[in-house]
């Protein structure tokens, strides 16, 4: 049987709330998020060119097709979530771009969280209006 099925590499990426899955395969550089060109989805010019970094940065933009599905929190943390999602999909793909991925920082998660409201406050540190008279 002499079928050529393509293989996927899988990568998952977190920023805050934000989580995208993302399928890597050898391709013609096609780039979906949601079933939308990524163009299309990012909509801002910052996160177009932040879920294109690691592809530029390692030269596979033209060799892979990207899938992306990604949920929760706004654009600008899903394009963080995509890139290191994307980031791990390609080191799953090709190991020696390791080196290249450690030094753009696509492979470290951002810890960056919002900070929970206290009670007693009216968010995270603002307080209610004091009064002393």
Known sequence: MATAEKTYSWGTGRRK???????IREGTGQFLVNGLEADAYFTVETERIAARSCLVATEMGGRVDVFVNVNGSGKSSQSGAVVMGLARALLEFRPDLEPI??????????????????????K??????????
């Open 17 to 23: 709330t934000a989580v995208a899955r993302v399928r």
């Open 101 to 122: 991925l450690r030094q753009g920082e696509f492979l470290t998660r951002d810890p960056r969280m919002v900070e929970r409201k206290k009670y007693g406050h009216k």
């Open 124 to 133: 995270a540190r603002k307080s209610f209006q004091f009064s002393k008279r």
